[in-house]
């Protein structure tokens, strides 16, 4: 599990800029950094019970993280940083590829720098992990904002089959209680329409709920992704 430390609870106040939320700690208002770029209305809902990592960095604006908010009774964690190390934990202790698969993180191919690219016996795979925090009536959903960016690497990862690669896309939905996971095709047609086209082609996709507590995240189980 990967694991927060010095975590306080808090009640999440407003979200006054992206980057910035006001959240009541302790009986005090603290400005606490929101390490996520979506708009995630849906969770960010006044008064929501929340958790926060207080830093002891010297230099830092603000002296919180804000880590995680409730969603009605689900916990959900909303630091954009924790997909790619939840997902190596879940690779290295032996799920996917073999025990001794070789895993490099940020590999650069061509103009594109993947996520991670691993090396297990023959195998080559290049892997693009998102999280996911957006869900409707059970239904975890993705981008939640428009993401050129995303459509960008899921045609990039079409290029890398051509030359013998493998390519997965890993979703983690970082909460509990969905029952599937399918691109938002309302929010970014685009990135659905570049998901379907590069299924068509080879590229594998992979949703992984997780276990989410006040201090810490762990891949759980398989999610159904529907086209």
């Known amino acids: 599990m990967a694991k ?11 979200r006054p800029q992206r980057f910035i939320a006001n959240v009541e700690i302790d009986g005090k208002v603290e400005i606490c950094h929101v ?4 708009r995630s209305a849906e969770i960010f809902v006044p008064g929501a019970k929340a958790y926060v990592q207080e830093s002891d960095g010297a230099h830092r604006k603000t002296k919180y993280d804000l880590v995680s908010v409730y969603k009605g009774n689900e916990l959900i964690n909303v630091d954009s940083q924790i997909p790619n190390k939840v997902f190596r934990e879940w690779v290295e202790a032996g799920n996917l590829f073999s025990p001794d698969a070789v895993i490099k993180a940020e590999v650069t191919y061509g103009k594109s720098r993947f996520d991670f690219y691993i090396e297990d016996g023959e195998r080559k795979i290049f892997v693009e992990v998102k999280g996911v925090t957006l869900e409707s009536d059970g239904r975890a ?17 079409c290029a890398c089959l051509a030359e013998g690669y493998e390519a997965y ?20 047609p685009a ?4 998901l379907r086209e590069a299924v068509a082609l080879g590229v594998k996709v992979l949703a992984l709920d997780c276990v989410v507590t ?7 189980q398989p999610v159904p992704f529907h086209l």
């Open 4 to 14: 927060y430390h010095n975590i306080k609870e808090g009640r999440f106040l407003d």
């Open 191 to 194: 990135f659905a329409q570049a």
């Open 35 to 38: 390490k996520n770029t979506g």
């Open 141 to 157: 959903m993705f981008p939640d904002t428009p993401t050129e960016r995303g459509v960008k690497h899921v045609k990039e990862l």
């Open 214 to 220: 006040a201090d810490g995240i762990t891949v759980d």
């Open 169 to 188: 896309v890993v979703f983690i939905v970082k909460m509990k209680g969905v029952h599937s996971l399918s691109p938002n095709e309302a929010k970014h």
